[in-house]
């Protein structure tokens, strides 16, 4: 069992930035996939980005050239976003595929507005 703790969403301005983490309880080095999705109300949860096994990275187009995933230790997904929009938000999700089970925190709350 692993469990998957965010931290970092809140609130912040048009063009903005915000760092969002994902801590898990054991090392993930070795997980297929380690990613982030999000659901605004009313919507289904995407895909924002993924790190797949052997590094390559895979972003939502909507994100693309704003948001840098990195997973900086053998416990820890980070999300960089930048130049955020009111379309970024959404509660965010961190997913992680490990040892053929799947492992979702219990999400972080980003909203953007003036």
């Known amino acids: 069992q692993v469990q998957l703790v965010e931290s970092g969403g809140g609130l912040a301005q048009p063009g903005g930035s915000l760092r969002l983490s994902c801590a898990a309880s054991?090392?993930?080095?070795?997980?297929?996939?380690m990613g982030w999705f999000r659901q605004a109300p009313g919507k289904q949860r995407e895909l924002v980005a993924v790190i797949l096994r052997g590094g390559r990275l895979t972003y939502a187009e909507s994100v693309k050239g704003r948001f840098t995933i990195s997973g900086d230790n053998a416990n820890t997904v980070t999300l960089q976003m930048n130049r955020l929009k009111p379309e970024d938000t959404a509660v965010y999700y961190c997913?992680?595929?490990?040892?053929?089970?799947?492992?979702w925190g219990q999400g972080t709350q980003v909203t953007v507005s003036s």
């Open positions: 054991t090392s993930i080095l070795s997980a297929n996939d």
């Open positions: 997913n992680v595929n490990l040892n053929g089970l799947e492992y």
